[in-house]
């Protein structure tokens, strides 16, 4: 069967760094998405990995290993306003998007 | 990018009855996808709407239970019929419009509907 596997829950301090990993067991792969969604909202696009190595978006950095069916959400200087649920998602040979359960991030002062 | 409107936003329904949940983008897109979130779970694809046809349901989702309208390229219903206290879920529109090369989806506010 097809999975998504990322951490439930995780806690960080406001200024810090934290990673948040997904990996994937898909019928075959055309890329993964990390989306976030804050309480009550809808989820909205962070970034996309096709091809292996890092993207970096201003705080927030992507990164992809295919051969690991592996990827991280690196999230810098942490906010208040980063509380949120972070998705990953892969799409399949299908063109098909399988998500994960999501990775509920919260924030300290 | 895609400004998508969903309604209503949240609603308390009755066991037994059906709810109607509106979608409307502010630009024509080919396919219009149904989500389910219950919660703490991880979005469920319930089906993909497209204009001129008729929608494709995922695994355990049923038109009976489900009916969708696609009357153009703007807008789409999903309604939830005979609801059961099961149902209550955050019920989310999305679209991913073709000018976007990562082919990222957009999605509306979400319709959370408690059934008691």
């Given at each position: 069967g097809q999975n998504?596997?990322?951490?439930?829950?995780?806690?960080?301090?406001?200024?810090?760094?934290?990673?948040?990993?997904?990996?994937?067991?898909?019928?075959?792969?055309?890329?993964?998405?990390?989306?976030?969604?804050?309480?009550?909202?809808?989820?909205?696009?962070?970034?996309?990995?096709?091809?292996?190595?890092?993207?970096?978006?201003?705080?927030?950095?992507?990164?992809?290993s295919r051969s690991k069916g592996y990827s991280y959400l690196l999230l810098k200087e942490l906010q208040m306003k980063d509380s949120a649920s972070y998705l990953c998602a892969v799409l399949d040979s299908n063109y098909q998007l399988i998500w994960g359960a999501g990775t509920k991030l919260i924030i300290k002062p | 990018s895609a400004v998508i409107s969903q309604k209503p936003s949240r609603d308390i329904c009755q066991r037994g009855t059906s709810l109607t949940i509106q979608?409307?983008?502010?630009?024509?897109?080919?396919?219009?996808?149904?989500?389910?979130?219950?919660?703490?779970?991880?979005?469920?694809?319930?089906?993909?709407?497209?204009q001129g046809s008729e929608?494709?349901?995922?695994?355990?989702?049923?038109?009976?239970?489900?009916?969708?309208?696609?009357?153009?390229?703007?807008?789409?219903?999903l309604t939830v019929s005979n609801m059961s206290p099961e149902d209550s879920s955050i019920y989310l529109c999305s679209v991913q419009p073709g000018i976007s090369d990562t082919g990222e989806l957009f999605f509306g506010e979400g319709s959370r509907l408690t059934v008691l």
């Open positions: 998504i596997d990322q951490p439930t829950e995780m806690t960080a301090t406001e200024g810090a760094i934290v990673q948040i990993n997904c990996t994937y067991q898909t019928s075959g792969f055309n890329g993964l998405f990390w989306y976030q969604q804050h309480a009550g909202e809808a989820p909205t696009f962070l970034s996309y990995n096709v091809l292996d190595g890092l993207e970096e978006k201003g705080r927030f950095s992507s990164f992809l | 979608c409307q983008v502010d630009s024509q897109v080919t396919m219009m996808f149904w989500y389910r979130q219950q919660p703490g779970q991880s979005l469920t694809l319930i089906a993909t709407a497209n929608a494709t349901y995922e695994s355990g989702f049923v038109i009976d239970k489900f009916p969708i309208s696609r009357p153009n390229l703007t807008f789409s219903t």
